[in-house]
């Protein structure tokens, strides 16, 4: 009986690594949101997860791609699953960009280098944000991968031509230029709590730091947050640089051109020779204006749903852009992605990639850079699962005879 006893009961062992006991625990990225909100601050979880007024695009973004079903087929010999894709001319080992997020360090201290750093390592494009709390040149300085900067349009263009220029001299591949956001959306969970970038200290910010002690722990020794882009060599009187507390509505109405327009493509193509990519299309129409303008690809995006609620969701749009300029223009799907058979239906539909943002901060959230690769390696493999399970054996046999929507 002992002996039978000993054969059954074998205890696992305890890990000590908190991150790794912590990461061990999920399963997909719906797990990691979890084990986000309970280990940040409201204010700072609901930044990162909360939308525009009533989230229904927010929802819809990952509703539709519960709504667009596979068409498996079988007996397609898929003994060697190839993830290998292409994107801006260059090799691309699964059809992934990381998106930008402005103020990654509210995550984890080490922020927008800890991502970067894993996306090096996985071979995958980072997007670093205008608004980062890392600056370009610190990126660069820790990651020889592809890197792109995303750019809002600011009022003073002196500033934003630096920046394109230090992004050049940074070796940073293209410029990614955020076009839904003239004005910012009303992110009413963010209005409820009052929140400011960098979080304002107060009673209830108390109350939070004491019931997170682990973040609060780590946000008191790290260096004070700020927007890295505006300070040093591109700091401009009157452009704030977020180190005092700021409502990111105030900062960004003031500080960015609502007039922004399509002529102004004509200017970033005479102070920027690499490649560029709108981000914010959302009408097959724009999509048709930027191929005929010269870009080399399109975001389909809804900035995550933060923006305008009631906007389409990206993954409906893909397929009729496709249709419309996928022969003169790479198509980027931006929104939704929580697992690689996501991926794979973007792809299905017509987009050469997609880009995830949320999914990799709640990451960091839980594991730092190794909470970011956890995420990469999530949807690589979901990917690869995927593919053999609707019998594709690589990335350019998929199409939309593979999906449908319900």
Known sequence: MLRTL???????????DPVARRLSRVACVEDLRRVARRRLPGGVFDYIDGGAEDERTLARNTGAFERLEFRPRILRDVGELRTETSLLGAPLPFPLVLAPTGFTRMAHPEGELAVARAAARAGLPYTLSTLSTRSI????????????????????????????????????????ITVDTPMLGRRERDVRRGFTLPPKLGLDTL????????????????????FANVVGPSGRDGVGDGSDPVALADYINTQFDPALSWSDIGWFRSVWDGPIVLKGVQSVDDARLAADAGVEAVALSNHGGRQLDGAPPPLELVAPVADAVGDRIEILCDGGIRRGSDIVKAVALGARACMVGRAYLYGLAVGGERGVDWVIDHLHEGMRRTLGLVGASRVDQLGPEFVRWR
């Open 6 to 16: 000993r054969s059954v009961l074998r205890f696992r062992r305890f890990e000590l």
């Open 137 to 176: 040149e610190e990126v660069a300085a820790v990651s020889r991968g592809r890197r792109w900067f995303q750019v809002y349009v600011w009022r003073d263009r002196g500033l934003l031509k630096e920046m394109l220029e230090r992004a050049a001299a940074a070796g940073y591949e293209a410029i990614v």
């Open 207 to 226: 109350l939070a730091g004491a019931l997170h002690p682990g973040w609060t722990w780590s946000f008191l020794r790290a260096e004070p947050i700020a």
